[in-house]
């Protein structure tokens, strides 16, 4: 058998071009020394970005658990403390619980006084507002009727005083007492209706077209006239006492129960100067009626009948005490 053949060496390159496969040329060292250089700096710089993360991440979170702070690092945390408190509630702490000194109650006290003079005070400029919304002859007209007023009472308790000076100085006292009792009897029978009497007075016709004119109204009418003095009133063929009571019906008005209807005719005794002024002052009756779309027509007279009369009835539990 045939020895197997050696194997063969590898050429080795000839002239400039072998060297320069062998050893590498001064170009590629110093292309490689920078490149060696960029990326440890490269790596340093990323290692102090690292470092300085790692400390303010540890300033932050502050001291280590078991360490002990120094004096300047707790009164920072302290100030730190306190500026994390919001208005809110710093205005909370100072108002609750509440600190009352007695100064503080007086004031309370004094302004609650003043509170309370005012609400009085304001509500007797609404009560009087009508007043001073009035016209100067309306105030002079309602000053007027009240010294009106205070002159029959006047006259009234003079002639009272008259009478018992008479039955006290009259040689026969029972025959003056006879003709007062007679007198005053006329007097009632006028108040109660069951006398017809005459005097001087006004006429009142309502005249009501579109039935808006209700008890009521004509009630106000009745009330105004006798706070005015009227001393005998008749509403068309009804007479007007002190137990009269008006109710609405269908077509008119119910007087003690009898239907009157438009035109309503008032005959009132009394002094005719008080009566109509009574009825003309703003916001009255007049007005009133006006609104409603009523004709309202006052008329004065030297002489006015009232011949409508009322049963005397007897009453059936009152007795006379004399």
Do not use: C
């Not at 658990?65 to 919001?86: I, Y």
């Not at 018992?164 to 007198?183: C, F, G, P, V, Y």
């Not at 005998?232 to 009804?238: F, K, T």
């Not at 008119?252 to 035109?263: A, E, F, L, Q």
């Amino acid at each position: 058998m045939s020895s197997p053949l050696p194997p063969e060496e590898p050429k080795k390159p000839s002239g400039e071009g072998a060297e320069s496969a062998q050893e590498p040329s001064s170009a590629e060292k110093s292309t490689r020394e920078t490149t060696a250089k960029s990326a440890q700096a490269h790596a340093e710089q990323n290692a102090d970005k690292s470092a300085d993360a790692s400390a303010e991440k540890k300033a932050e979170a502050g001291a280590e658990p078991g360490s002990e702070p120094d004096g300047d690092s707790g009164g920072t945390e302290e100030r730190g403390a306190e500026e994390q408190l919001s208005g809110r509630r710093r205005l909370a702490q100072s108002l609750w619980p509440p600190k009352v000194t007695r100064a503080q109650l007086i004031v309370a006290l004094l302004l609650f006084v003043l509170g309370l003079g005012l609400a009085i005070q304001v509500r007797s400029n609404s009560e009087s507002s009508a007043l001073r919304g009035a016209r100067q002859e309306d105030l002079v007209r309602i000053l007027d009727e009240l010294d009106d007023r205070t002159q029959r009472l006047e006259d009234e308790k003079q002639r009272l005083d008259d009478q018992r000076t008479e039955l006290e100085n009259s040689s026969d006292q029972a025959e003056e007492a006879r003709k007062q009792t007679i007198e005053k009897e006329r007097q009632l029978g006028v108040l109660a209706g069951t006398v017809a009497a005459q005097g001087p007075g006004i006429t009142l016709t309502v005249t009501d077209s579109t039935g808006a004119v209700e008890a009521d109204m004509l009630l106000d009418a009745i009330q105004e006239l006798r706070a005015a003095g009227a001393e005998a009133i008749q509403i068309n063929d009804v007479r007007v006492v002190a137990g009269t009571y008006l109710e609405d019906a269908e077509g008119g008005v119910r007087v003690d129960g009898r239907k009157v209807t438009s035109p309503f005719r008032f005959k009132v005794i009394g002094k005719p100067q008080d009566l109509e002024p009574a009825l003309n002052i703003p916001g009255g009756v007049v007005q009133t009626l006006e609104k409603e779309q009523a004709t309202v027509a006052v008329a004065q007279a030297e002489k006015i009948v009232v011949d409508a009369l009322r049963r005397a009835n007897r009453p059936d539990y009152a007795r006379s005490s004399s």
